[in-house]
């Protein structure tokens, strides 16, 4: 009972215990921040990673893999499916405007059934808005002008159908969507925004070429891509020139600026993946004599190859998105029973069951290098904070050491009438959970406050200062995290008491420990 | 045995048997490489109701026997003959740690020269401070109106009760030894350890002190043992022994 009475007279008539209870507000509020923010980014990232893959892919590189409708159509039909999407994706040399060559992603696409799977189309950037981002206060995204709005609602329609008229003859051809920081041509604003440039080319005799384009109005760039055979090996490059319909951006940078999307069927006769007649070469020996008709010049010749079958179209991958709600492996698993019944459909005509059951991947699988080393870092703050942090245990060890010497007298007192070793302890003990009960519960406040308001302390520092820490043009979200996840803010409070608790409990000791007349006789 | 009364000029009643029984006391302690001994095999008797001075100079031990009485400090075991501190029927050497804080809470009161009292408690807490500790938690919960009440009365008859809420550096320092004679008191402890009360004060506040304190043994029957230098207080007291060297004489 005594201890209640003089922990709570210690703790209010004395500095000492203010400044201990400052320490630990700060590092309660400080680690719960660091790891709100490192926790929203990382899940931010999670989610643009799941942006453009669904939930589970089925892969099947290279080749691919043929009778893909049958397998959307088998997946579609589950219940805990919501839909299938086919795609193939590879690597390729894009040319752009300013004829600079670069390595890039390609992905085939099938727009519609692609958008359903990923939410593709909301990924699309050159579209008309109604409100200004969050950090555009003064307004400035073209997408808000109301005079631009007819022309991105066409741009918007472009890059859904993956489709745009030719400027010259207005003839509606498929085109490609391209990654927002692939050409390097879109001026990203301090706002979050982008300001769409023009080209530049760069000529031979020193000079420039302007070129009044925009890339999703009149842009165009060349791919050049390695078809492949049947058996995976490359036949020789092929070359094709690709309007470019719309811009996106996934939220992650590496995808944005290293990533196209074509139209599936572009894709597929480029690496000669669509449906092909299945031919095979006339032998000699058979019928020497045998003849053909050219079935477009009409030209009659010898009978070189004969048609015996249909190669049907293949695609690389198919992704899979399960219900709402469903748990992600539950998904995988069902994926893995449709595909070994759609390989027993398909005996020798498909990858079988067995060997594809490893090519059955997640979302987080593919993600996996970009989520680990995302929460590595994560990891790496926390653990330099909480060092960092861990200073409070000496410092709460270091005030109370102080207190409890300057109190000595005061605990031959208590001893003197009475008071047990274990109580002594316990005076110490509890004004230690005191101080760190007071000190946690104004810092997880402190830490929810600035983590909820975050953004507008950020805008009120870069007003009022000049600050700019979270920089849109360096960092890829417009806005810092600013969720608290609440099983954090719990795990970050009782830390905080026991830091105080630990702190305390070598003073604590020592106090109870103390002899009880070295202790009424200290000056 | 019969149990013979007797009773003093200083108007207490003094029972024949003795409430406490110190034989062969030695105490040694050690500063740094240095052991100085204090006291050599103390004998000593304490009748209850009885009022016994120890008289001696400085460094004699006076202090250090207040504390062996008190089950502060235990006596060095290693003698010719075993050193027993016996209150009561109670062998306080023998006793554990607990039992010792527990004999202090509830038999001993303790009144120190420089007060010692708890600062940051207002005077009427560092009087009920002794019913906490006694009673602990919930026993304090069951008792606290008791206490609080005996604190007060204790405070009123010592002249403080407009000093209850006041903190111990607003009071003179006449007043701060009374309320430490409350705190004492507070738990009705049988024997009362007084070491040198009045030193710290003037003639005057000093005897008024005194006064408080016999006034208050004669009407609870306590049993005092004061260490004081002062030979016209000790000259009040029942029993004056000399602790010269370590060592008692009967004055």
């Not at chain 1, 009475?418 to 005076?427: D, E, K, N, R, V």
Request: hydrophobic share 45%.
């Amino acid at each position: 009972m005594y201890q209640a009475l003089l922990t709570k007279k210690y703790l209010t008539r004395k500095v000492m215990p203010m400044l201990a209870m400052a320490a630990v507000m700060l590092s309660v509020a400080t680690i719960l921040i660091t790891w709100s923010v490192m926790g929203g980014f990382l899940k931010t990232l999670i989610a643009s990673g799941k942006t453009l893959v669904g939930d589970v892919a089925i892969v099947w590189p290279n080749v691919g893999f043929a009778y893909y409708d049958d397998l959307i159509e088998r997946l579609e039909a589950d219940e805990l499916i919501d839909s299938a999407s086919p795609t193939i994706e590879t690597f390729g040399l894009i040319k752009l405007p300013d004829d600079r060559v670069e390595l890039i992603s390609i992905k085939g696409i099938e727009p519609r059934s692609y958008s359903e799977v990923t939410g593709f189309a909301d990924t699309l950037w050159w579209k008309p808005i109604d409100e200004p981002t969050s950090k555009d206060h003064e307004g400035e995204d073209i997408r808000l002008a109301p005079e631009n709005a007819e022309l991105f609602a066409q741009v918007l329609s472009n890059g859904i159908s993956m489709t745009r008229p030719d400027p010259i003859t207005g003839v509606v051809e498929p085109a490609g969507v391209l990654g927002i920081e692939v050409t390097g041509l879109n001026d990203r604003k301090i706002w979050g925004g982008y300001y769409p440039g023009t080209p530049v080319r760069a000529q031979p005799d020193g000079g420039v070429e302007f070129l009044n384009q925009r890339m999703f109005l009149q842009g165009q760039v060349g791919l050049t891509i390695l078809a492949l055979d049947s058996s995976g090996r490359p036949i020789d490059p092929v070359t094709r020139t690709i309007p470019i319909a719309n811009e996106f951006q996934s939220g992650l940078y590496e995808v944005d600026q290293g990533t196209i999307f074509v139209p599936l069927d572009v894709i597929q006769r480029m690496l000669r993946l669509d449906e092909a007649a299945k031919v095979e070469l006339v032998r000699d020996d058979e019928n020497p004599f045998a003849i053909e008709v050219n079935p477009v010049t009409g030209e009659i010749g010898p009978k070189m190859k004969e048609i015996i079958g249909v190669d049907p179209a293949r695609v690389t991958t198919v992704l899979v998105r399960g219900v709402d709600g469903a748990e992600l492996e539950a998904v995988r698993q069902r994926v893995r029973e449709i595909y070994a019944q759609f390989a027993d459909a398909h005996p020798g005509q498909v990858p079988d069951a067995v060997n594809m059951r490893h090519q059955i991947k997640t979302w987080e699988d593919l993600n996996r290098t970009m989520i680990s080393a995302v929460k590595k870092e994560t990891g790496l703050v926390l653990f330099i904070f909480g060092i960092v942090s861990f200073t409070t245990v000496f410092l709460v060890l270091a005030i109370f050491w102080s207190m409890a010497t300057e109190k000595t007298k005061d605990i031959g007192v208590l001893r003197a009438l009475g008071a047990s070793t274990p109580g002594i302890a316990w005076l110490w003990i509890r004004y230690g959970a005191s101080i760190g009960i007071v000190g946690s519960v104004t810092g997880t406040a402190v830490g929810y406050w600035v983590v909820l308001n975050i953004n507008a302390i950020h805008d009120w520092m870069g007003r009022t200062f000049g600050l700019v820490i979270w920089d849109p043009r360096q960092y890829y979200f417009v806005e810092i995290p600013s969720a608290v996840d609440p099983s954090k803010a719990v795990i970050v409070f009782v830390v905080g008491i026991l830091t105080c608790v630990l702190g305390a409990a070598i003073p604590a000791v020592h106090s109870a420990r103390m002899d009880p007349v070295k202790a009424l006789r200290f000056e | 045995m019969g149990i013979q009364m007797q009773e003093r000029e200083t108007g207490s009643v003094v029972r024949s048997e003795p409430i406490l029984s110190v034989r062969a006391v030695h105490k040694t302690y050690t500063l740094g490489r240095v052991k100085v001994p204090v006291l050599h095999g103390v004998d000593l008797d304490v009748k209850q109701g009885e009022w016994v001075t120890i008289l001696g100079a400085s460094g004699s031990g006076k202090s250090t026997l207040l504390h062996l009485i008190g089950g502060l400090d235990r006596p060095d075991k290693k003698t010719e003959r075993s050193a027993s501190v016996q209150f009561r029927d109670r062998e306080l050497t023998q006793e554990s740690k607990r039992a010792l804080d527990r004999y202090r809470a509830d038999d001993i009161g303790f009144v120190f020269q420089f007060y010692h009292l708890l600062p940051e408690l207002s005077v009427l807490e560092n009087v009920t401070v002794g019913g906490m500790i006694k009673y602990g938690r919930l026993g304090y919960r069951a008792h606290r109106k008791q206490i609080v009440d005996r604190a007060s009365g204790l405070l009123d008859r010592f002249g403080l009760s407009h000093r209850l809420k006041h903190r111990p550096a607003e009071l003179s320092g006449g007043e701060r030894q009374r309320v430490a004679i409350a705190r004492a008191l507070i738990n009705e402890p049988s024997l009362l350890l007084a070491d040198e009360p009045t030193g710290n004060l003037d003639l005057k506040t000093g005897e008024s002190i005194l006064d408080a304190i016999i006034e208050h043994r004669r009407d609870a029957g306590l049993t005092l043992v004061m260490v004081t230098h002062d030979e016209r207080i000790a000259a009040k007291s029942d029993r004056v022994i000399r602790l010269i060297d370590g060592r008692v004489e009967e004055a």
